[in-house]
């Protein structure tokens, strides 16, 4: 695992993605949502990493989480909070 690049995660500006909120100790669940993103960036005091889905909606995952990876596939597991954080390219057909 690693910590988050800004660059990995412009591979998800602009198509269609799954987004997912995990909480580790099995409480609620947030609905897996799509979404496109439309522009990723750091938080002004470089805490999070934002994923703009318009001018104004964004979410925010902690720097410091630690992040798995694969094609098409982005994890991370903010260890303060318990949640994990997960983004997935959504195939269009």
Known sequence: MELIKLEDLNT?????????IQDGDGGD???????TIKKVQFCPDKSHIRLYFDDFYF?????NSRVSQSEGYW?????????TYTVKKVQVF
């Open 29 to 35: 669940q947030a609905p897996i949502v799509k979404k």
């Open 59 to 63: 979410l925010a995952v902690p720097l």
């Open 75 to 83: 994890s991370a597991f903010d260890s303060e909070s318990g949640l």
């Open 12 to 20: 998800f500006v602009g198509g269609p993605v799954a987004i997912a």
